[in-house]
């Protein structure tokens, strides 16, 4: 993981002074694999994590990405619910990708084309980038 880090944009989202979000992507060549993103539970339900997702598609477009891809725990339906919204559309099915101390879950794989528009979102508000060095990582 920390070697993917090295090829990834992460940000954060404050609200004063207090981190209620992440997201993670990374580049490969023309896809951005977006790796994570959380909002802390008080906070959800309040249009940040579509925030987040937006900011990120927006970036990602900056760098040329033409796709965009993620995987979600099959039983997560807000999330799913979200994605679809943003245009992902269900790619494939990968069994048994997360491993859970409930035992192994499936993952959906969601995929979708970003075009040029996708570029103008950067409003960044409150996100900010972080340093992704490995050793920087806590």
């Given at each position: 993981f920390r070697k993917q880090l090295r090829n990834a944009s992460c940000w954060v989202l404050e609200q004063q002074g207090m981190l209620i979000g992440f997201g993670i992507f990374s580049?490969?060549?023309?896809?951005?694999h977006i790796m994570n993103m959380g909002i802390a539970p008080g906070f959800r339900?309040?249009?940040?994590?579509?925030?987040?997702?937006?900011?990120m598609l927006s970036m990602a477009s900056k760098k040329h990405a033409r796709y965009s891809w993620?995987?979600?725990?099959?039983?997560?339906?807000?999330?799913i619910r979200l994605y679809h919204q943003l245009g992902f559309r269900k790619k494939q099915l990968r069994r048994k990708y997360y491993?859970?101390?409930?035992?192994?879950?499936?993952?959906?794989?969601?995929?979708?084309?970003l075009s040029p528009a996708q570029r103008r979102y950067a409003?960044?508000?409150?996100?900010?980038?972080?340093?992704?060095?490995?050793?920087?990582?806590?």
């Open positions: 580049m490969v060549k023309h896809w951005a339900r309040q249009g940040l994590g579509r925030r987040m997702m937006l900011h993620l995987e979600v725990r099959l039983t997560n339906i807000p999330a491993s859970l101390p409930g035992g192994p879950m499936d993952a959906i794989v969601m995929v979708k084309r409003k960044a508000g409150n996100l900010r980038s972080t340093n992704t060095r490995p050793s920087r990582m806590r």
